[in-house]
């Protein structure tokens, strides 16, 4: 049961890459050149939306939030610089 | 409803709408089963399957054993149903095309039309990528967006980061044409 809402959630999460145009080289580094900010207004878009629902959800108590990403500061960032050169390189 | 489908089976959509449809499913991906929306950490869980059927020695170190447990987990099934979903994104624009990624107009102008550029760029630069992700514990999607909506520090740590370096690396990319 759990799998198959694995496949429903990712579906709609491709979909909603696929229409956002991040699947394009182009989009995704023009983001860092500044010329087309459609990632980050994707990105923040969906922040704002889940973290409303999730703070909203968990204070009605009905949902308990999972493990939340551990901060290690040099790992994050390190990880980050590293992750920023592919990134850009790529598109993806 | 004839509007409806004429906007969804537009090419491009607002950023808006798109960031609003992953925002619900991060919120339904932790109500229904807690779990995090993520991408790179499943390549690692497969890859752990692989590497400890092939060589179990080699793999059996920390990182393997328990930070990334080999498996089928819920995000490697997550992530075949991204493909399909992407899938039926592009039908529905009827933009679906074996793609080389040579007709890419922004690409060819900075490095070319050959196709095995892209390729070897695509193939050293995702394994940056994935290595990075694999350094900081996720990438845009499972650190960043799922790690945001919680407020994990680490999420905006790594947007930070992630944003310096791709700036410096697309100006020296693009040079005088950033």
């Known amino acids: 049961m759990n799998y198959v809402i694995a496949l429903v959630l990712g579906a709609f999460f ?26 980050l207004k994707f990105m923040m878009t969906a922040m704002l939306v ?16 999972p493990n939340v990403p551990a901060t290690y500061i040099m790992g994050n960032l390190i990880g980050g610089l590293i992750f920023g050169i592919g990134m850009a390189l790529v598109g993806y | 409803m004839k509007v409806f489908i004429q906007q969804f089976n537009k090419e491009l959509w607002s950023p808006y709408i798109a960031g609003v449809v992953l ?25 752990g399957m692989i590497g400890k059927a092939l060589a179990p020695q080699a793999f059996n170190i920390m990182y393997f054993n328990f930070i990334m447990p080999p498996g089928i987990t819920w995000g490697v099934v997550l992530i075949i149903g991204t493909i399909i979903g992407g899938g039926l994104g592009a039908l529905s624009s009827k933009s679906w095309k074996l793609r080389l990624n ?13 196709i095995w550029k892209r390729w070897l760029i695509a193939f050293f630069g995702a394994i940056i990528l994935e290595y990075g992700a694999g350094i900081a514990g996720g ?15 680490a999420a905006f740590l790594f947007i930070a ?14 040079r005088r044409r950033y």
């Open chain 1, 50 to 65: 889940s973290m409303a629902g999730l703070y909203t959800l968990r204070g009605l108590g009905w949902i308990k939030f």
């Open chain 2, 139 to 153: 990438c845009t999607s499972g650190l960043a967006i799922s790690g945001g909506m919680l407020l994990a520090p």
């Open chain 1, 14 to 39: 491709g979909l909603s890459l696929n229409k956002a145009g991040l699947t394009r080289y182009s989009k995704i580094v023009n983001v860092f050149r500044f010329t087309d900010l459609a990632v």
């Open chain 2, 102 to 114: 040579t007709d890419d107009p922004q690409w060819i102008a900075i490095f070319g039309p050959q």
């Open chain 2, 161 to 174: 980061a992630m944003f310096a370096s791709g700036i410096i690396t697309a100006m020296l990319v693009y």
């Open chain 2, 23 to 47: 925002g619900l499913v991060g919120v339904l991906a932790v109500w229904l089963s807690s779990s995090l929306l993520g991408a790179s950490g499943a390549f690692e869980n497969v890859v």
